[in-house]
């Protein structure tokens, strides 16, 4: 708690608070102390407590952990904490099993192994004791990583810092650095405060060569500092990124850090991983082959809701069979079920294999009752799935008492002559369909079957002679909001690079169903993979793979819109090339292996029902409920939040600049002391007070997100704001000091009422003219707020004790005529100056 409130206390203007705070407590100006002490006490209230709350619920979130672990010690199994798990530990996994440590398998049995969260790759891997690849790969066990099929026993080789996780926890150690708008506000409070108080002993040097007291003057000194500087600026960030914090926990976003919604409005690429981000993370069968036509299996997940759709120009009778046919042949062939929602409204859920449970889904789409499968064709015997064989068979009694054999694995290890009794033209068409579908990113697989009068008395004899009916194709599909928040990232100039650690052309087929990339003309050339699936030749020049980068091979990471198969450290070397262009960046994730590049971001998103906690302890802002669409929210959030910081720079530092103007021009122009302290004070309290924190809470510009983001080299005051303070400060100046000399030319007017009221009904003229959108319900505060400083302004010359304490003196109608005229051209040139501006983050 000390250090969060610390770091809300170093910020450059609260510091500069800090210093006038104790001025006027050591000139013994009490009133200001207090407002001084309470906006800083408030905005450091608001932000730490804000920081609490978000950790809280980050906390909340937590859904993956490795709680305990099944070990075998001096020769019996027990049960221990994770955590407490040692290299030479024995494991035991079954289905479900979270990996606590890095392994070395020992034995296995049909085992695979989710490892998206490490690898980005949404497909299981298979794993076995007696597999090699390369460097054993096919052996190891990565921390993390759950087991989805099957069941295995691993020795522990690593944990802690020698673990995956700990290599990847290691490129976490890097410092948060300050946000844009942090940078460029504190390089404001800094100038600010060099020129307000240069400014302000030149103040205090002409009173004194004017013959006023050292007191007087020292108190118009520190009154004229804290006016002109907008105090009430932390207060007004801090409110309206809190503002922005509630709207995005309304909607399923948890801010960690409030400065990551103002960043988010600035962000000029953003990064985002595939599976789970992009995609929903479930396997869907998406469309089925057979030599009779084609059909598209619709809906996504597990439930059962979508139909089966059949291409035109078939026989609806034929091909509609045989799409049956390869479905039930594909259920039968499965080792996975389904599990129906407990609750109304609940998602079907899957035990297995993700590959088998979509074939299930799809055969639930079209009408194949699932129990009554099983339970008319029981299952007899089985060939289980194998690296080597790449394909599983098993043996089914019919109703009829005959055997039904039903396979299903890789294209390449079914679409033979020793497999399927079939004829050359016949196995060469289906390569070909295999072939365009695994181009497309599909996983493919081949199902074919059989029907015998007795049981295979050599079960590898049995894969022989069966009928080819047809393929496959599976994928993880988009979520249906991604296509449209990407459409909605071009519309605000903010470029998307697709990071995975997928495959190629998986990454490439997603993206262009995504926008991100151009869909392929008719003839085209395509990414072409060699058997191993490794990739061959990279025709497209928008996808990259991790081997490229390590080779060196690309010079401009800017440039490349989709990497595939690419590691931890390489999604963050991304991450810092765009850094280095100056670009802002936002990542987002879900994964292990997004940690790193998630921590070194500008601002880093990551899931939290699907996240790892690493991805959710490493992000700025956590998306409840995984929707990427929430990102544009937060965006849109984001640059609201900027504007209305600048719009409020433009009032408060136009006011300030005239209070200084006044107090400097005044006395060459007859006016002894302008305006008194208190005076000062008051304005300042009313202009800087309720209605500059109002100003914070003003709706998003109409035209936010059809807008390029703000150049990240821009200063805050940037983009002509420099010249339109000064403009409208020149305006405001130049309207007090006309009302004050002509009263003080009339003879016997109180001339310097009058400009005290003038110069502050200028300001809140101005105040609401900035409005850019006059009749929004949105933010009724501040009009009320203009409405009661204004009255409060009026009061000063009215209320005996306001009067005295003050130094004002009542004006009747007719002397109220300048603040009147004072308030509507404030107004007119607050709306005029938006009119050509895109509101004012333009």
């Not at 210093?19 to 050591?26: F, G, M, Q």
């Not at 879900?590 to 959710?616: K, S």
């Not at 924190?693 to 109409?702: D, Y």
């Not at 409005?771 to 209320?799: D, H, I, K, M």
Request: hydrophobic share 50%; with cysteine.
């Amino acid at each position: 708690m000390w250090s969060r409130t610390a770091a809300q206390l170093r910020d450059p203007l609260i510091l500069v608070l800090l210093a006038a705070l104790v001025l006027t407590v050591a000139i013994g100006d009490h009133p200001d102390a207090v407002v001084i002490g309470f906006v800083v006490v408030v905005n450091t209230a608001v932000g730490v407590t804000q920081e609490v709350r978000a950790d809280q619920a980050v906390e909340a979130l937590t859904a993956i952990s490795a709680p305990g672990a099944r070990v075998r010690r001096d020769g019996a199994e027990q049960q221990v904490p994770a955590k407490t798990v040692v290299p030479g530990d024995v494991v035991l996994l079954g289905e479900g099993d979270i990996v606590p440590a890095d392994a070395t398998l020992l034995e296995s049995s049909a085992l695979l192994v989710d490892e998206s969260a490490v690898t980005g790759e949404s497909v299981p891997v298979e794993k076995s004791a007696k597999g090699a690849g390369e460097g054993g790969q096919d052996r190891q066990l990565r921390a993390g990583t759950v087991t989805v099929h099957g069941r295995a026993v691993a020795e522990v080789t690593a944990t802690g810092a020698s673990s995956t996780l700990g290599q990847i926890a290691a490129l976490l150690e890097s410092k948060v650095e300050p946000t844009p708008l942090q940078r460029h506000l504190a390089g404001l409070g800094r100038v600010l405060a060099l020129v307000t108080i240069g400014l302000c002993l030149v103040v205090l040097l002409l009173g004194l060569a004017r013959g006023q007291s050292l007191e007087v003057m020292a108190v118009t000194a520190v009154s004229l500092a804290v006016a002109a500087v907008p105090e009430s600026l932390p207060a007004v960030v801090t409110l309206s990124l809190a503002l922005g914090a509630g709207r995005m926990a309304a909607r399923h976003a948890i801010v960690r850090r409030l400065s990551a919604v103002e960043t988010l409005g600035s962000v000029t690429m953003l990064a985002t991983d595939k599976t789970g981000t992009l995609t929903e993370g479930v396997m869907v069968v998406e469309e089925v082959w057979t030599p009779y036509g084609r059909a598209a299996i619709t809906g996504t997940g597990y439930g059962p809701e979508g139909e089966v759709r059949l291409h035109q120009g078939v026989h609806e009778a034929q091909a509609g069979e045989a799409v049956r046919a390869v479905l039930v042949a594909a259920a039968l062939c499965n080792d996975a079920t389904l599990e129906a929602p407990t609750e109304p409204g609940g998602a079907w859920a899957a035990l297995g294999d993700p590959t088998e449970a979509a074939l299930l889904t799809a055969a639930g789409k079209a009408g194949i009752d699932l129990g009554r499968l099983v339970h008319e064709f029981p299952r007899i015997g089985e060939m289980p799935f194998d690296s080597a064989r790449r394909r599983m068979s098993t043996f089914h009694r019919t109703p009829a008492g005959d055997v039904q054999i039903a396979l299903k694995g890789a294209p390449e290890a079914v679409l033979r002559p020793g497999v399927v009794a079939a004829t050359p033209q016949s196995l060469a068409v289906a390569r070909d369909e295999a072939a365009r579908l695994a181009e497309g990113g599909y996983r493919v697989l081949a199902v074919a079957a059989a029907t015998r009068a007795q049981p295979p008395a050599d079960p590898p004899a049995a894969e022989a002679g069966l009928a080819l009916l047809g393929l496959v194709a599976m994928s993880d599909p988009p979520k249906s909001s991604a296509a449209v928040t990407l459409a909605a990232c071009r519309r605000a100039g903010i470029t998307t690079v697709l990071i995975t650690g997928d495959h190629p052309a998986t990454a490439a087929a997603i993206a262009r169903r995504l926008g991100l990339l151009p869909e392929l003309e008719q003839g085209a050339p395509r990414l072409r993979t060699a058997g191993s699936g490794d990739v061959e030749d990279l025709t497209d020049g928008n996808v990259v793979t991790g081997g490229q980068l390590e080779a060196g091979e690309i010079a401009d990471l800017t440039r490349v819109r989709v990497f595939a198969r690419t590691s931890p450290a390489q999604k963050l070397e991304i991450v810092q090339a765009w850094r280095a262009e100056g670009g802002v960046t936002a990542m987002t994730g879900d994964g292990v292996n997004d940690g790193p590049a998630l921590r070194q971001a500008d601002i880093g998103v990551a899931m939290g029902h699907r996240g790892t906690e690493v991805a959710r302890q490493a992000a700025d802002l956590v998306l409840a409920d995984d929707d990427v669409a929430t990102v544009m929210t937060a965006v849109k959030e984001g640059r609201r939040i900027y504007d209305n910081i600048r719009r409020f720079l433009l009032y408060g530092l136009s006011g300030g600049a005239a209070e200084i103007a006044v107090m400097l021009l005044g006395p060459l122009m007859g006016l002894a002391l302008p305006l008194r302290a208190g005076q000062i004070l008051w304005i300042n309290l009313l202009t800087h007070g309720l209605t500059g924190v109002a100003m914070g809470a003003e709706p998003a510009s109409l035209g936010a997100m059809e807008r390029p983001p703000r150049p990240p080299q821009q200063h805050v005051l940037g983009g002509g704001l420099w010249n339109r303070v000064l403009a409208f400060g020149a305006l405001i100046t130049a309207m007090s000091l006309a009302a004050g000399v002509w009263a003080e030319r009339q003879g016997g007017l109180p001339w310097q009422s009058m400009l005290f009221l003038t110069l502050l009904t200028a300001q809140l003229g101005l105040c609401f003219g900035l409005r850019e959108q006059w009749r929004t319900r949105e933010n009724p505060f501040l009009p009320v707020a203009v409405a009661v400083s204004a009255a409060l302004g009026v009061a000063a010359l009215y209320v005996p004790a306001l009067r005295t304490l003050l130094e004002t003196e009542p004006l009747n109608g007719y002397e109220l005529l300048p603040a009147a005229v004072a308030f509507a051209v404030g107004l007119a040139a607050g709306h005029r100056s938006l009119r050509g501006s895109q509101g004012t983050g333009g």
